[in-house]
């Protein structure tokens, strides 16, 4: 059985695992005219995530095999939004 896809970010993941979300809620951004970044940021490593187009929402998706290598801790992130001319933040936490 296929596992439920969240529509926000987790709250935790685990190197090792696949992670996956969407955002749906981002109708003043179409994904058709904006891209979706997520920064991961701690001590030590740095994780740049870009979500892909699924209609006019985005999807986040990153393998196993990448997560695997990821130093594990606690993480600031940042999400933002980016057209041609524009960036805005939409979302932070740990």
């Not at 059985?1 to 749906?24: I, K, N």
């Not at 003043?28 to 187009?53: F, Q």
Request: hydrophobic share 35%.
């Amino acid at each position: 059985m296929a596992a439920t896809v969240p529509t926000t970010e987790p709250t935790s993941v685990r190197a090792g695992d696949t992670w996956q979300w969407r955002r749906e809620d981002l109708s003043d951004y179409p994904a058709s005219a904006w891209t979706l970044k997520y920064y991961l940021r701690n001590a030590s490593a740095y994780i740049d995530i870009t979500a892909t187009a699924d209609g006019d929402n985005f999807a986040v998706s990153v393998a196993k095999a990448t997560t695997a290598g990821y130093t594990v801790g606690d993480y600031d992130w940042t999400a933002v939004v980016e057209s041609a001319t524009e960036r805005f933040e939409i979302g932070s936490g740990r």
